[in-house]
């Protein structure tokens, strides 16, 4: 079933606002809405209120456990598992990335993002980024 609108959604997690501002003023566009959250509950809330083409969460926000991503990722994927997930973080290991594609992730990226290739990897997800 096609969509009726062309605009696509992202939904971007993360507890930095650094971040969360960057990455939404760099994909908000015409053709893009972007929705933030800096935590667990809100990014939950918008999930039951939006369709997303795309979530960007990070994997540590400033909860105990250190893993609020990876538990987001599990939520979305339990019940929107055709929603894009990139998953990001500055205290990845080989465990922690193979947990997150083992959850359903589509992408994995340690901190500092390469931006051009984050963009790419949207683009080829069918999501209209600027240059």
């Known amino acids: 079933m096609q969509s009726t ?3 696509k959604r992202i939904l971007i997690v993360d507890d930095e606002p650094t971040i969360l501002l960057t990455l939404s003023y760099a994909l908000q566009s015409s053709e893009v809405e972007v929705i ?5 509950e809100p990014a939950e809330e918008a999930l039951k209120r939006y369709h ?6 990070d994997i540590r926000m400033s909860g105990v ?3 609020e991503g990876l538990e987001l990722l599990s939520y979305i994927k339990r019940h929107w598992p ?9 205290y990845g290991s080989d465990e ?8 359903g992730a589509s992408c994995y990226y340690s901190k500092p ?3 051009d290739e984050l963009f790419a990897q949207i683009r080829r997800m069918g999501i209209p980024v600027k240059q």
């Open 113 to 115: 993002i390469d931006i």
């Open 96 to 103: 922690i990335k193979k947990d997150a594609f083992e959850r």
């Open 52 to 57: 997303f083409d795309l979530v960007i969460v």
């Open 5 to 7: 609108s062309a605009l």
């Open 82 to 90: 055709h929603i894009e997930v990139i998953v990001m973080t500055a």
């Open 65 to 67: 456990l250190g893993i």
């Open 36 to 40: 933030t959250a800096s935590r667990l």
